[in-house]
């Protein structure tokens, strides 16, 4: 799977979007983007995923770029609940076993009051 | 909605004894992963298993053993215990193989003294 480069952290103020970059230039053909978060020790959360097009959920949106070789992550509106590690992870999908998500060293985003 | 089981939540043993983690998955999810997670580091992938079939396999010690049952439950034997074994144990279930959308359990915390 291809390795995924975020910073270490970013702050946003609450009530503003919170715009998480991930950059993974040897993503190949058949890999997706995942994005999952995880708040202080508890499990990580699922949030998102795409694979060429664009991706908007309840709780997030997600740009890949048209080379794939970059995509963001959108909070559109930050709540203090939404301080978290947020872990970009690039993963072969349909490749007949349950192949692991590989988790790097994420991004800290913190939201300020 | 059900989710992800994980018992116990806290396990205290000491140096070269033998802990047991289990692991409920989501109804009628039939995959299971373990993940380790030491202080201030990320999720370890350990072991995956598919339809009661280990699946794919990471940094899991040979002291560790796993597996999953005709309930689809999981559980993650750990035996002659070291104090770097101390860690969160993250379960996750998903629906097939195929997907990486994980639904991670809250953990079990083993601290080994």
């Known amino acids: 799977d291809a390795k995924t480069t975020q910073p270490p952290s970013m702050d946003c103020a609450e009530g503003r979007a919170a715009n998480l970059p991930c950059n993974h230039s040897?993503?190949?053909?058949?890999?997706?983007v995942y994005w999952y978060r995880q708040i202080h020790s508890q499990g990580p959360q699922y949030i998102i995923h795409?694979?060429?097009n664009n991706e908007t959920n309840e709780m997030a949106s997600l740009i890949i770029t048209e080379d794939r070789k970059s995509s963001t992550l959108i909070l559109p509106h930050a709540t203090l609940r939404d301080t978290a590690v947020y872990y970009c992870?690039?993963?072969?999908?349909?490749?007949?076993?349950?192949?692991?998500?590989?988790f790097g060293s994420g991004t800290q985003l913190t939201v300020l009051p | 909605a059900a989710g992800v089981i994980q018992s116990p939540r806290h396990l205290i043993k000491e140096k070269r004894e033998t802990a047991t983690l289990k692991c409920y998955p989501i109804?009628?999810?039939?995959?299971v992963y373990w993940y380790q997670q030491g202080p201030g580091q990320d999720p370890q992938f350990l072991i995956s298993?598919?339809?009661?079939?280990?699946?794919d396999k990471g940094s899991i010690p040979d002291r560790f053993s796993a597996q999953q049952f005709s309930d689809y439950h999981s559980e993650l034997n750990m035996s002659s215990l070291e104090l770097g074994d101390s860690a969160l144990y993250f379960c996750?279930?998903?629906?097939?193989?195929?997907?990486?959308?994980?639904?991670f359990g809250e953990g079990s915390r083993l601290t080994v003294l």
């Open positions: 996750a279930s998903s629906t097939g193989p195929f997907t990486g959308e994980l639904f």
């Open positions: 040897t993503i190949s053909g058949n890999e997706y």
């Open positions: 795409g694979l060429k």
């Open positions: 992870i690039v993963r072969v999908s349909y490749s007949g076993s349950a192949r692991q998500l590989t």
């Open positions: 109804p009628r999810h039939d995959t």
């Open positions: 298993f598919y339809e009661k079939m280990q699946s």
